[in-house]
């Protein structure tokens, strides 16, 4: 088989969608994770608290497939409030630390006007490199 996909255990079931997808040689690909949690479900509607979600998320989908945020590659960010985004840049970068630490791989950021799930004020999409068992390397 090609690629495997990844679901974190306990999480809602995907519909339409995969959370993740790894390739046969380490590369994982995380599909878009907004700020709700393993049952679908938004806990705040406040930006940096979906933004911290969002990247648990993605660690949930990194850690299944067997990595680390060391093993993050890319980000891309889709974000609805630019204004809101810059204003809070302190609260954006301790919450980021708070969950990928000082890792810090390539990033986009992208303004939307709107994200699928309305309640969505942030959607994170992540590539990994997730070394094979026994290579050298993080």
Do not use: C
Request: hydrophobic fraction near 45%; charge should be negative.
């Amino acid at each position: 088989m090609a690629h495997r996909i990844i679901q974190p255990q306990g999480w809602a079931a995907a519909k339409g969608y995969a959370n993740g997808v790894l390739g046969e040689d380490g590369t994982l690909y995380v599909g878009g994770q907004i700020g709700w949690d393993a049952d679908q479900v938004f806990r705040t509607h406040d930006f940096i608290g979906q933004m911290e979600q969002a990247l648990r998320n993605i660690m949930a989908v990194v850690e299944a497939a067997g990595g680390k945020a060391e093993h993050l590659v890319r980000l891309t960010w889709y974000v609805t409030d630019k204004r809101e985004y810059l204003a809070r840049q302190a609260e954006v970068g301790q919450a980021y630390r708070r969950v990928l630490g000082r890792h810090f791989p390539a990033m986009t950021m992208v303004v939307v006007a709107g994200l699928v799930e309305d309640e969505a004020l942030v959607e994170i999409e992540a590539t990994a490199v997730i070394p094979h068992p026994g290579s050298v390397g993080p």
